[in-house]
Nanobody
Framework: QVQLVESGGGLVQPGGSLRLSCAAS????????IDWVRQAPGKGFEWVSS????????YYSDSVKGRFTITRDNAKNTAYLQLNSLKPEDTAVYYC?????????WGQGTQVTVSS
């Protein structure tokens, strides 16, 4: 059974940090790119970051570049998103997705709330 489970979300003050995890099972994790996508309240999905299957190429949206870092550990079937210098506009549900040719899997999301 394919599963992607996000964790690590929570309530944090502006300027704070969080580390999101995306634990995968039921498929060959190391063959898939990983995307992080978020959805703010009342808004559509926004792509945040991607990492290739080998973990040596990372991509970021302009809104998070320099503040967020995506990594993966293929031995642990887990991807991570380090969120630093958080802003209120980063408040959203964060989803990880595993992507290959013609196939993608999504997790259930984890809530990140940035507020004082």
């Amino acid at each position: 059974q394919v599963q992607l489970v996000e964790s690590g979300g929570g309530l944090v003050q502006p300027g704070g940090s969080l580390r999101l995890s995306c634990a995968a099972s039921g498929f060959t994790f190391s063959s898939y790119w990983i995307d992080w996508v978020r959805q703010a309240p009342g808004k559509g999905f926004e792509w945040v970051s991607s990492i290739n299957s080998g973990g040596d190429s990372q991509y970021y949206s302009d809104s998070v570049k320099g503040r967020f870092t995506i990594t993966r550990d293929n031995a642990k079937n887990t991807a991570y998103l380090q969120l630093n210098s958080l802003k209120p506009e980063d408040t959203a549900v964060y989803y990880c997705a595993a992507r290959s040719v013609g196939i993608d899997y999504w997790g259930q999301g984890t809530q990140v709330t940035v507020s004082s």
